[in-house]
């Protein structure tokens, strides 16, 4: 069954399914979820506080959210690619949803690395 986190602010309430939400980036106050069947949504929540929601409301699948740099937090489980030279990382789902990001170089590496050990 699918934990949900809910945002709620002064205007509105989103609640979504974690395995529905591939990624979410920010700008400045805003934050946008992209999710697997489309129909992105923004809230007015810093990505900070976006972070501190998934960790203290998805016991289980919380984990699978990983920061990467200052504009963005992925869903690991979406991970389909990562080029370091071109600083490209692809999310996938394996069938329709696809989005292709652009990340530091370094944080890119630093997400292979983690990766890389989880297999180990």
Known sequence: MSEYLVIST???LMRAA???I???????NY?????TYGNPRVVTVQLG????????QLTHSGAD???IG???????NYISYINLPKQQLV???????????SASKEALKQLKELIEKGLK
């Not at 200052?70 to 690991?76: A, V």
């Not at 789902?93 to 990001?101: K, P, R, T």
């Open 65 to 67: 959210f990983i920061r």
């Open 31 to 35: 934050s946008s979820f992209v999710f």
């Open 18 to 20: 974690s395995d529905d």
């Open 10 to 12: 002064s205007i509105d």
């Open 49 to 56: 506080q976006v972070e501190r929601l998934l960790a203290e």
């Open 70 to 76: 200052k504009s963005l937090i992925i869903n690991r």
């Open 22 to 28: 591939v990624y979410v980036s920010s700008d400045g």
């Open 91 to 101: 999310l996938s789902d394996g069938h329709a949803s696809s989005h292709n990001l």
